[in-house]
């Protein structure tokens, strides 16, 4: 029999439930109250108005907001690119290339390497405010080392995705077709059952968009939903590609013409931008303001990897995107939460509203803007996930 709890004195609640508070994207409710019965909210509101309950907690006059939703990382891998890193740093530029070298770790590392790093990184991220967390294969880029991938991944989330398709496989580098037809052939029977999403980098130096769509298009006749990483290092097809499979989500999103941000607002494709990337590889950032004056809709993930953005924090990139990205602290924060439920077409998480699964942060600050105006200041003071407080 579960018990119901009162969380009392909250100095600002964000519901992202515009019919409640202060009647913005955001929701706000001040001086507010969340009422949490199991695993779900039953009630938001002003704290003086709160119901009677079995339980209640004071928070003191501190924040609350929905749990992050990561839609986009990379968890299932072994090694690191220090050395890669630095030489960036020190002025060679960034390319696909790099991920050879984590496949070659990955291959060679154990099962229980492999899932002793997931757990880690998702720990991590649970730490700072991460409820629910996409995470793909891609480092394996064998029939063997993709499916054991998504099944160490599916052990830890619901949110996996089988990505063959990161760069042609090394052993295959000069016959493309081949991996192609192994990724959407043996590869792909063996790796959907683990799986929810399929998902394709397609850019220059790893799929072209016919490439691409025969992927993504054989591994939805596998019950396998779409999403692409789009547009990263360079112009490309991936976007409109996205738009029209009706990919969950275009991630990165860098180079858009304006057809491609028309496709954007007049579709369903969510896009996903990764600040951690292009801080991580020096490269121009998304312009996330001309997505959202153009009507998109747009999440903010870490693309958490260990070549591009080893970062698993989501307020950092929430820091980035309102200082380099152009969004207001109240756009990224809906981006970070909201924004990503819809990537992962999601409604019971990114949001704090009756009937929602009661996956909450608590700040150390008196507001969500707070995760932009203290970058780097480790604010997650409590996190709850489907009603219990796991960190």
């Known amino acids: 029999?579960?018990?119901?709890?009162?969380?009392?004195?909250?100095?600002?609640?964000?519901?992202?439930?515009?019919?409640?508070?202060?009647?913005?994207?955001?929701?706000?409710?001040?001086?507010?109250?969340?009422?949490?019965?199991?695993?779900?909210?039953?009630?938001?509101?002003?704290?003086?108005?709160?119901?009677?309950?079995?339980?209640?907690?004071?928070?003191?006059?501190?924040?609350?907001?929905?749990?992050?939703?990561?839609?986009?990382?990379?968890?299932?891998?072994?090694?690191?690119?220090?050395?890669?890193?630095?030489?960036?740093?020190?002025?060679?530029?960034?390319?696909?290339?790099?991920?050879?070298?984590?496949?070659?770790?990955?291959?060679?590392?154990s099962d229980a390497?492999?899932?002793?790093?997931?757990?880690?990184?998702?720990?991590?991220?649970?730490?700072?405010?991460t409820t629910t967390m996409e995470t793909k294969s891609g480092y394996g880029l064998t029939v063997e080392d993709e499916s054991r991938a998504l099944r160490l991944a599916a052990a830890h989330t619901d949110e996996v995705t089988y990505l063959g398709a990161h760069i042609v496989a090394p052993e295959l580098a000069e016959d493309p077709a081949a991996y192609v037809a192994l990724v959407t052939g043996e590869m792909l029977d063996a790796c959907a059952p683990h799986a929810r999403w399929i998902d394709v980098f397609c850019e220059k130096g790893a799929f072209d968009g016919d490439q691409a769509r025969a992927i993504l298009t054989a591994g939805r006749a596998k019950g396998l939903h779409p999403r692409i990483h789009a547009n990263q290092l360079s112009?490309?097809?991936?976007?409109?590609?996205?738009?029209?499979?009706?990919?969950?989500?275009?991630?990165?999103?860098?180079?858009?013409?304006?057809?491609?941000?028309?496709?954007?607002?007049?579709?369903?494709?969510?896009?996903?931008?990764?600040?951690?990337?292009?801080?991580?590889?020096?490269?121009?950032?998304?312009?996330?303001?001309?997505?959202?004056?153009?009507?998109?809709?747009?999440?903010l993930s870490t693309d958490c990897n260990p070549g591009s953005s080893y970062t698993s924090s989501v307020p950092f990139c929430v820091a980035l995107a309102v200082r380099d990205m152009g969004m207001t602290p109240d756009e990224a924060v809906w981006a970070a939460t909201a924004g990503g439920a819809?990537?992962?077409?999601?409604?019971?998480?990114?949001?704090?509203?009756?009937?929602?699964?009661?996956?909450?942060?608590?700040?150390d600050a008196p507001s969500h803007v707070h995760l932009a105006y203290r970058p780097g200041v480790p604010l997650v003071e409590g996190v709850w996930r489907a009603g219990v407080r796991v960190a």
Not at 10 to 36: E, F, K, R
Not at 352 to 357: A, E, K, N, V
Not at 358 to 363: G, K, Q, S
Request: include cysteine.
């Open 235 to 299: 112009y490309g097809p991936g976007v409109q590609l996205a738009v029209e499979l009706d990919a969950a989500s275009a991630d990165h999103c860098t180079h858009l013409t304006d057809a491609d941000v028309d496709a954007l607002a007049s579709g369903d494709t969510v896009a996903t931008l990764l600040p951690g990337a292009e801080f991580s590889t020096r490269a121009e950032w998304p312009n996330a303001r001309r997505l959202l004056d153009a009507g998109a809709t747009v999440a």
């Open 342 to 363: 819809a990537a992962l077409r999601r409604t019971d998480v990114g949001r704090l509203t009756p009937g929602s699964r009661a996956d909450l942060v608590l700040l």
């Open 113 to 129: 390497e492999l899932e002793a790093n997931l757990a880690r990184h998702l720990a991590e991220a649970l730490r700072q405010g």
């Open 1 to 109: 029999m579960s018990s119901s709890t009162a969380i009392i004195n909250i100095a600002t609640l964000v519901t992202n439930d515009p019919s409640l508070g202060d009647g913005s994207p955001l929701g706000l409710i001040q001086d507010a109250a969340l009422v949490i019965d199991g695993e779900r909210v039953v009630w938001a509101g002003e704290s003086s108005r709160a119901p009677a309950t079995d339980n209640r907690l004071d928070a003191g006059g501190k924040a609350v907001l929905p749990g992050f939703v990561d839609s986009h990382s990379h968890l299932v891998f072994a090694g690191d690119r220090t050395a890669e890193f630095n030489a960036r740093m020190s002025g060679r530029a960034y390319s696909a290339g790099g991920i050879r070298t984590t496949v070659a770790a990955t291959r060679a590392a």
